[in-house]
């Protein structure tokens, strides 16, 4: 059963049940536009995160794409009211979606180009159609990056392919994507749906609050040397040791059970 | 040959070994074997004719995790965080100057792949499976594989093997950089000794030194990299 959030028109926030678990998705809903990303849709997916972040019962966020596209990019940044900065200003969204505290699964159910592709970085795990495509240029769009593009695809790919890929435009299909390690895998079309919906009850196996600190042990570690973040990972997991959650995967570890997980 | 409990100990010539040594228990990692441990560490630490050091498991696994018996059971998170850093065995091995080798096999789980992430080189058997199931315990990695596991294989495949907790097979920990090489398991050790005797031909300033401006240089910008590998090189020059 989804439930649909409502006072969106560009994107649809809906949450749904996943065992015993409440996820939500994001998904971007402008076919006809092959999804680009106008001063609505930003707003909506900035809105939206803030919704989520404040939510402590959802654990796992979902974005993609209705139709085609994931996100073919944006819409051009000299229509519109404003000074440029201003304008880029409204149609900033990886920063909000990097923001979220649980983990968020990104399924590009097709081409995610230019700042389509820089709002998909922003996310944890990234799994992809074979058809789709994904390049840091976008028709139309000056090759300018500037929503975290020229920051995030280095950390994760290295700085070889990001230079490649910024500089040329290379487009790269899935399966040259995953060699890069730009997605974590690849399915047939036919497939991603069912795919991420494994991929999403996995995530959800964890404990929660262990899944958040996880992410953030990873995301925070890899800004600080190494020695910060052996103490970051060490101040994490002693606030664990506290949860219920803790108690509870301890106990069913030993009893050879699953582990009933609260959230606690 | 010495009496741990829980390892056992052995250096020929130049090269120093420590095997894991709860066979039964496939080589989970308890209290015992942490002392034993950082004593063993402490021994190579100090002992200037060890200029490798392997760590393998004995039996039919590397190390199948924490021993969850004895873990956890701190009376307050306040004396867990204090004993944590009172015997920081794992910065001990970080730490150490000389190469080191992790030769893994069969299981290699949790804190095993932790302390293998913590080694220079490491080469795994054909038979080994790797997984990092921690969250499924209600805990995260708490022996660097937060960090280590990130550094060595990005972010997103970090995240991917931390968040599903999934086990992967050495082929796939092959393309993840977690292991460099893949040998059959009859092969595991020779090939582990053959690394530490080459390692070991070298000058020990020299190994040192580029252990140092790799692991150090990750900390830094290029340019304050570049310096430190300058001033090291002189340094290895001078010797």
């Known amino acids: ?264 | 040959m010495t009496g741990y409990e829980t390892i056992l100990y052995d250096k020929q010539e130049s090269i120093a070994h420590i095997s894991l040594n709860r066979p039964d228990y496939r080589n989970a990692y308890n209290i015992q074997m942490r002392d034993d441990f950082s004593e063993a560490l402490t021994a190579v630490r100090c002992d200037d004719e060890v200029k490798a050091l392997i760590i393998s498991g004995q039996g039919r696994a590397f190390c199948a995790g924490a021993d969850l018996n004895e873990f956890g059971t701190a009376p307050s998170q306040a004396v867990a965080r204090r004993v944590r850093w009172q015997r920081d065995v794992w910065g001990q091995l970080n730490e150490l100057t000389v190469p080191t080798i992790a030769a893994v096999h069969g299981y290699c789980i949790g804190s095993g792949v932790e302390i293998m992430l913590l080694c220079d080189i490491r080469i795994a058997a054909k038979d080994t499976v790797f997984g990092m199931p921690e969250v499924h315990l209600g805990m995260i990695p708490a022996a660097g594989g937060s960090q280590t596991l990130p550094r060595n294989s990005g972010e997103s495949a970090a995240l991917d093997l931390l968040l599903t907790g999934r086990r992967i097979v050495a082929q796939e920990a092959l393309g993840l950089g977690q292991v460099t090489r893949i040998v059959p398991r009859d092969e595991l050790l020779d090939t582990a000794w053959n690394l530490a005797v080459s390692v070991s031909q070298f000058p020990v300033p020299d190994m040192k030194y580029m252990k140092q401006a790799i692991r150090e240089g990750q900390d830094l910008n290029l340019n304050e990299g570049l310096e430190l590998e300058w001033r090291l090189a002189r340094l290895a020059g001078q010797g």
Request: proline share 3%; glycine share 8%; hydrophobic share 40%.
């Open chain 1, 1 to 264: 059963m989804k439930e649909f959030a409502t006072g969106y028109s560009r994107i649809s926030l809906w949450y749904e049940s996943i065992g015993d678990w409440k996820a939500a998705t994001i998904s971007l809903t402008r076919p006809d536009s092959r999804n680009c990303i106008d001063e609505t849709m930003a707003e909506e997916i900035r809105e939206a995160c803030r919704r989520l972040n404040e939510d402590e019962e959802c654990r796992l966020v979902t974005v993609t794409g209705t139709g085609d596209f994931f996100s073919a990019g944006r819409t051009r940044v000299d229509g519109g009211e404003g000074s440029p900065a201003e304008r880029m200003e409204r149609l900033k969204v990886a920063d909000s979606l990097a923001s979220l505290l649980m983990p968020v699964l990104i399924v590009l159910n097709g081409d995610a180009l230019g700042h389509g592709l820089e709002l998909a970085l922003a996310g944890d795990l990234r799994i992809c159609s074979e058809a789709a495509h994904l390049a840091l240029w976008e028709p139309g769009q000056s090759a300018v990056l500037w929503d975290g593009g020229t920051q995030r695809l280095p950390r994760l790919v290295g700085t070889a392919w990001a230079l490649d890929m910024a500089l040329t435009g290379r487009n790269l299909n899935g399966t040259e994507a995953l060699r890069i390690g730009l997605v974590n895998r690849v399915f047939s079309t036919s497939e991603l749906e069912t795919a991420a919906r494994d991929l999403a009850e996995q995530v959800l196996a964890a404990a929660p609050i262990a899944a958040r600190y996880a992410k953030e042990a990873v995301k925070k570690g890899m800004d600080l040397s190494l020695d910060q973040g052996l103490r970051l990972e060490a101040d994490l997991s002693v606030i664990l040791l506290s949860t219920d959650d803790r108690s509870e995967g301890l106990a069913s570890f030993k009893e050879r059970r699953q582990p009933r997980f609260t959230g606690m």
